[in-house]
Nanobody, 117 residues
Framework: QVQLVESGGGLVQAGGSLRLSCAAS????????MGWYRQAPGKRRELVASLTRGGKTDYADSSKGRFTIFRDNTQNTLYLQMHDLKPEDTAVYYC???????????WGQGTQVTVSS
């Protein structure tokens, strides 16, 4: 089992920055890819950015140039640095870990990000 705990969300004005953290514990050696997803009210959960064990990153078009995903292996923590935030970035942000088996996913409880105009 893997446990994921997000933190760092909050209220920020448009143009501001936030850094989200996802602390992982448990059988983290079994995780191949980790990612950040978000879900706004009335909308489907969507990928924001992902990072594979090998270091490959993938970003949603809306995230490119503004968000950076990275990790600190010494702290078993995944981060999402967000700059130039926009009101449309308002959502609950979730951390996800994908198991090596290809079908087991682990999710955190989410952290709220609210961007005011």
């Amino acid at each position: 089992q893997v446990q994921l705990v997000e933190s760092g969300g909050g209220l920020v004005q448009a143009g501001g920055s936030l850094r989200l953290s996802c602390a992982a514990s448990g059988s983290i050696f079994s995780i191949n890819t980790m990612g950040w997803y978000r879900q706004a009210p009335g909308k489907r959960r969507e990928l924001v950015a992902s990072l594979t064990r090998g270091g490959k990153t993938d970003y949603a078009d809306s995230s490119k140039g503004r968000f950076t995903i990275f990790r600190d292996n010494t702290q078993n923590t995944l981060y999402l640095q967000m700059h130039d935030l926009k009101p449309e970035d308002t959502a609950v942000y979730y951390c996800k870990g994908e198991h090596d088996d290809g079908y087991t996913d682990y999710w955190g409880q989410g952290t709220q990000v609210t961007v005011s105009s």
